[in-house]
């Protein structure tokens, strides 16, 4: 299918601070498929935080891959990320004092650019990027998955995100194999299409499971909300982390419906311009789990999703097996578990509201959510210190290299439950600056190259329905002109100097 070069495109985007050169050709070649298949413009967004090295891996694989008309890759370190970031949030509180007022250039970026890891921060640099770009959705990937094969042929979850997001639920209809949505919700956008994952555990506690697994059901029920009963914890820890199970892919399934969030997963998701314009991640840093705040809000506003089966494949990377990875996972896992004592809150307000966080438009209502997160930044730390206290107890418990992590943990505690209180803070002032930086990297100015990598594109809209195709095509690839194709492009140290 030819490349419509004229309408909006979409972002692809893989965020990663590890060795990935494999997620880079598998998420090439699904872009590779997309542009064919559906004739849209992608955008290949590689947000690069690894170190030196790491990036020269990644930019031969860039390098090494194949020529696709449509396809434009991007791959940014920090520090053009950081470029690009200062320019939107300049212009942002320039063109709004009130911002100025509440919170600076400096304390912005650093909640859009940490220095340590935020799963939330690095999904809201890719969202302003697409904003950049003029894409109509973005569709995120992870450094550490694949992707399942069906006769020899990758199984894209692509194939069912551009066949219904963006579109008004009524036109996505034909598109899916089952349509259970209540027909009041006919006329709203799907904001959010996405299946999970088979394979590992998407937490690094499956020791844990094996070693003791009442303890395991102890500690994963920690993040169950204050007053939940035994049954209720015990049925959020059997959902919890496992994505699909293992079963492989046979043939395809999407529902369109109110999205069944449990089984979506962030390495597996596309998400409407409409919705991730409007309200961000939370910003939280050293906190798993901060990058589904979306999901909740989806489903409780009433927006209209597209839960599917093209599950991606989870694998634990070499670093995660290491023990520095342990105790940074250990910790990000602690930082999620006290996260709940404020997000809970929030999500029980989301859900309170239901229909009222929609305007006419169907779009949501950022001063809602920033008030919800703002109001639960009050909540009492009692239950923080029990969750604390017996993961303690559990870990001491366990022995070995946990005993150690609870030692390490222990001096840290205070500081902990002030971080996990400035997080949602945080979160709230974010919401608040989020649509004036979504109109300030609108602006930014393509690179000085002279290649319009980041140049604002028409006004988004839905793509148009796609011809059907139930199985991944290998179909070849148009080209600009005979024996020409168009290579993809990165965004290297020119990229907003």
Same mark, same amino acid.
């Given at each position: 299918?030819?490349?419509?070069?004229?309408?909006?495109?979409?972002?692809?985007?893989?965020?990663?601070?590890?060795?990935?050169?494999?997620?880079?050709?598998?998420?090439?070649?699904?872009?590779?498929?997309?542009?064919?298949?559906?004739?849209?413009?992608?955008?290949?967004?590689?947000?690069?935080?690894?170190?030196?090295?790491?990036?020269?891996?990644?930019?031969?694989?860039?390098?090494?891959?194949?020529?696709?008309?449509?396809?434009?890759?991007?791959?940014?370190?920090?520090?053009?990320?950081?470029?690009?970031?200062?320019?939107?949030?300049?212009?942002?509180?320039?063109?709004?004092?009130?911002?100025?007022?509440?919170?600076?250039?400096?304390?912005?970026?650093?909640?859009?650019?940490?220095?340590?890891?935020?799963?939330?921060?690095?999904?809201?640099?890719?969202?302003?990027?697409?904003?950049?770009?003029?894409?109509?959705?973005?569709?995120?990937?992870?450094?550490?998955?694949?992707?399942?094969?069906?006769?020899?042929?990758?199984?894209?979850?692509?194939?069912?995100?551009?066949?219904?997001?963006?579109?008004?639920?009524?036109?996505?209809?034909?598109?899916?194999?089952?349509?259970?949505?209540?027909?009041?919700?006919?006329?709203?956008?799907?904001?959010?299409?996405?299946?999970?994952?088979?394979?590992?555990?998407?937490?690094?506690?499956?020791?844990?499971?094996?070693?003791?697994?009442?303890?395991?059901?102890?500690?994963?029920?920690?993040?169950?909300?204050?007053?939940?009963?035994?049954?209720?914890?015990?049925?959020?820890?059997?959902?919890?982390?496992?994505?699909?199970?293992?079963?492989?892919?046979?043939?395809?399934?999407?529902?369109?419906?109110?999205?069944?969030?449990?089984?979506?997963?962030?390495?597996?998701?596309?998400?409407?311009?409409?919705?991730?314009?409007?309200?961000?991640?939370?910003?939280?840093?050293?906190?798993?789990?901060?990058?589904?705040?979306?999901?909740?809000?989806?489903?409780?506003?009433?927006?209209?999703?597209?839960?599917?089966?093209?599950?991606?494949?989870?694998?634990?990377?070499?670093?995660?097996?290491?023990?520095?990875?342990?105790?940074?996972?250990?910790?990000?896992?602690?930082?999620?578990?006290?996260?709940?004592?404020?997000?809970?809150?929030?999500?029980?307000?989301?859900?309170?509201?239901?229909?009222?966080?929609?305007?006419?438009?169907?779009?949501?209502?950022?001063?809602?959510?920033?008030?919800?997160?703002?109001?639960?930044?009050?909540?009492?730390?009692?239950?923080?210190?029990?969750?604390?206290?017996?993961?303690?107890?559990?870990?001491?418990?366990?022995?070995?290299?946990?005993?150690?992590?609870?030692?390490?943990?222990?001096?840290?505690?205070?500081?902990?439950?002030?971080?996990?209180?400035?997080?949602?803070?945080?979160?709230? $002032? *974010?919401?608040? =600056?989020?649509?004036?930086?979504? /109109?300030? &990297?609108?602006?930014?100015?393509? +690179? !000085? #190259?002279? %290649?319009? $990598? *980041?140049?604002? =594109?028409?006004?988004?809209?839905? /793509?148009? &329905?796609?011809?059907?195709?139930? +199985? !991944? #095509?290998? %179909?070849?690839?148009?080209?600009?002109?005979?024996?020409?194709?168009?290579?993809?492009?990165?965004?290297?140290?020119?990229?907003?100097?």
């Amino acid at each position: 299918m030819t490349v419509d070069l004229a309408a909006p495109g979409i972002c692809l985007a893989l965020p990663t601070n590890r060795a990935c050169a494999a997620a880079i050709a598998d998420v090439g070649a699904e872009a590779a498929w997309a542009a064919r298949e559906f004739g849209v413009r992608v955008h290949l967004l590689i947000l690069d935080s690894a170190d030196a090295a790491t990036r020269a891996e990644h930019e031969k694989a860039v390098a090494d891959l194949p020529a696709v008309q449509g396809v434009l890759v991007h791959h940014l370190d920090e520090e053009q990320q950081r470029a690009f970031l200062r320019s939107a949030i300049d212009r942002a509180l320039a063109a709004t004092p009130a911002l100025a007022a509440a919170a600076g250039a400096d304390r912005l970026l650093e909640l859009m650019l940490p220095d340590t890891v935020s799963y939330g921060a690095c999904t809201n640099r890719a969202f302003l990027f697409a904003a950049a770009l003029g894409c109509s959705s973005l569709h995120r990937r992870d450094s550490d998955s694949t992707y399942q094969e069906l006769d020899g042929e990758p199984v894209f979850p692509i194939h069912h995100e551009l066949r219904s997001i963006g579109r008004r639920a009524a036109d996505a209809a034909p598109g899916v194999t089952h349509h259970t949505l209540d027909p009041v919700h006919a006329e709203k956008p799907v904001a959010l299409v996405g299946s999970s994952f088979i394979g590992e555990l998407s937490v690094d506690l499956g020791e844990i499971r094996s070693l003791d697994p009442a303890v395991y059901e102890e500690v994963v029920g920690l993040w169950a909300a204050t007053g939940s009963t035994v049954e209720q914890r015990r049925e959020l820890v059997a959902d919890s982390f496992v994505g699909n199970g293992t079963d492989p892919f046979t043939h395809d399934r999407a529902v369109l419906d109110l999205p069944d969030i449990w089984r979506i997963d962030m390495c597996n998701i596309a998400l409407d311009r409409e919705l991730y314009e409007r309200v961000p991640l939370p910003p939280a840093t050293d906190t798993i789990g901060s990058d589904y705040f979306l999901h909740h809000l989806v489903l409780d506003a009433g927006l209209p999703g597209v839960t599917h089966n093209r599950n991606i494949v989870n694998h634990y990377t070499s670093e995660r097996r290491t023990d520095a990875g342990f105790l940074a996972y250990q910790l990000r896992f602690t930082k999620f578990l006290l996260s709940m004592l404020y997000l809970h809150p929030v999500y029980d307000a989301l859900e309170a509201a239901g229909g009222a966080l929609l305007d006419e438009h169907h779009h949501v209502r950022p001063g809602a959510v920033a008030g919800f997160a703002r109001r639960a930044a009050a909540e009492d730390r009692a239950e923080n210190h029990r969750r604390l206290a017996v993961l303690d107890r559990a870990y001491r418990g366990l022995g070995g290299r946990y005993a150690d992590f609870a030692d390490r943990l222990l001096p840290r505690r205070e500081r902990l439950l002030d971080e996990a209180q400035a997080d949602i803070e945080a979160f709230a $002032l *974010l919401v608040d =600056a989020w649509g004036p930086l979504v /109109a300030a &990297a609108r602006t930014v100015p393509p +690179t !000085p #190259s002279g %290649a319009d $990598l *980041l140049a604002p =594109a028409p006004a988004a809209a839905p /793509a148009p &329905a796609p011809a059907a195709a139930s +199985t !991944p #095509s290998s %179909a070849p690839a148009p080209t600009n002109t005979p024996g020409r194709p168009e290579r993809p492009t990165t965004g290297r140290s020119t990229a907003h100097a």
